[in-house]
């Protein structure tokens, strides 16, 4: 691995965290994003006044989705973490 990417693991760790080492903000940041990028829908969204699919809409979430991913990969979020961040996020969607 290349002393860029190493830095660059290093510094995402530093801002979002580890799996159980995380603190409450790091937490609730991981949460934010997580339903804002739509980590756990599909990225398809359906133009509520025309009722088909709008794809630029589409091309947006996936462009969200395509970020939340990364830092998943950064920080090496596994599939149960992930879960369970989108898990909290949801039952805090009020």
């Known amino acids: 691995m290349s002393r860029f990417i190493l830095r660059r693991t290093h ?3 530093a801002v979002f ?3 159980g ?3 409450r903000d790091q937490e609730v940041v ?3 994003l997580a339903e804002f990028c739509r980590a756990n ?3 398809v969204i359906v133009s509520p006044v025309h009722k088909q699919i709008d794809p ?3 091309c947006v979430a996936e462009g969200r989705r395509e970020v939340f991913n ?4 950064f920080i090496h979020l596994d599939q149960d973490e992930l879960i369970r961040i989108i898990n909290e996020a949801e039952k805090h969607d009020d």
């Open 30 to 32: 991981l949460k934010a």
């Open 41 to 43: 829908r599909s990225s």
């Open 70 to 73: 990364r830092i998943s990969q």
């Open 21 to 23: 080492e995380r603190t």
């Open 56 to 58: 630029l809409a589409t």
């Open 11 to 13: 510094a995402f760790r």
């Open 17 to 19: 965290g580890l799996p």
